[in-house]
């Protein structure tokens, strides 16, 4: 989509700390990080939420989770603990329109997240 900032990221259209990326995923760092580790591992194909995810979505959504853990190994926080998250909608917290997978450590996480 033209207006998302995520698929501007993915054009290069826009800076991000760019980690990782291969044809289906991307993560970067969150640019207003709330953990020492905070990353955001997202689908390059724009899906505007977890909502609207469909049965042919089931690979990508599979591959989202386990580049996620790929990078919490690389960031160094798999074996201190660390927490995977996405957001849903106004209540869920979202504010960016496309699918994005929260991984964040380096610290201890409380429950539930407010
Ligand atoms: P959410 O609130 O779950 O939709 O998360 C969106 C996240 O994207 C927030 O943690 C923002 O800090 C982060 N964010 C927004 N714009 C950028 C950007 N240009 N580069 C990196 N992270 C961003």
Redesign the pocket.
């Known amino acids: 989509s033209m207006s998302c900032?995520f698929c501007k990221?993915v054009a290069g259209e826009?800076p991000?700390d760019i980690l990782y990326q291969d044809d289906d995923v991307m993560c970067?760092?969150?640019?207003?990080p709330?953990a020492p580790t905070h990353l955001?591992v997202i689908p390059k194909k724009h899906i505007g939420s977890i909502v609207e995810l469909e049965q042919s979505d089931t690979e990508i959504a599979g591959k989202i989770l386990v580049t996620a853990t790929k990078m919490a190994v690389q960031d160094g926080v798999s074996e201190s603990g660390y927490r995977v998250a996405m957001?849903c909608g106004d209540e869920g917290?979202?504010?960016?329109g496309h699918i994005?997978m929260?991984v964040l450590g380096g610290r201890q996480m409380g429950w539930p997240p407010g």
């Open positions: 900032i990221i826009i991000a970067f760092r969150d640019v207003a709330q955001l957001n917290g979202q504010t960016v994005h929260h």
